[in-house]
Nanobody
Framework: VQLQASGGGLVQAGDSLRLSCKASGRTFSTSNMGWFRQVPGKEREFVAAMGWSGTYTAYADSVKGRFTISRDNAQNTVYLQMNSLKPEDTAVYYC???????????????????WGQGTQVTVSS
């Protein structure tokens, strides 16, 4: 399984960005997906998750109402639309695909078996 994340960049507070994560090598349409982020020196933090059918979503409290996760199974891609960005959203963002051999808890990173390379998001004040 390979995950390729893209879409990060440097923006100002209040701006928007859309991250993309394209998957290959596995049946994407039956896989749960997640987005996490990490700041140097801190633990990786859950951001959002979406079930394989697209009907289930979960968000961290810190991004609820500002971020939206979505997926296009025909394109094997999951997205993270980030609006009203804040300086505290600055981090490397990672997409992940769940490991079907593990119990699935959307906000727990050990539920995910494969990770993308990360894309940097920097929000200036």
């Amino acid at each position: 399984v390979q995950l390729q994340a893209s879409g990060g960049g440097l923006v100002q507070a209040g701006d928007s960005l859309r991250l993309s994560c394209k998957a290959s090598g596995r049946t994407f349409s039956t896989s749960n997906m997640g987005w996490f982020r990490q700041v140097p020196g801190k633990e990786r933090e859950f951001v959002a998750a979406m079930g394989w059918s697209g009907t289930y979503t979960a968000y961290a409290d810190s991004v609820k109402g500002r971020f939206t996760i979505s997926r296009d199974n025909a394109q094997n891609t999951v997205y993270l639309q980030m609006n009203s960005l804040k300086p505290e959203d600055t981090a490397v963002y990672y997409c992940a695909i769940n490991d079907p051999n593990r119990p699935y808890t959307p906000n727990q990173d050990d539920s995910y078996g494969y990770w993308g390379q990360g894309t940097q998001v920097t929000v200036s004040s």
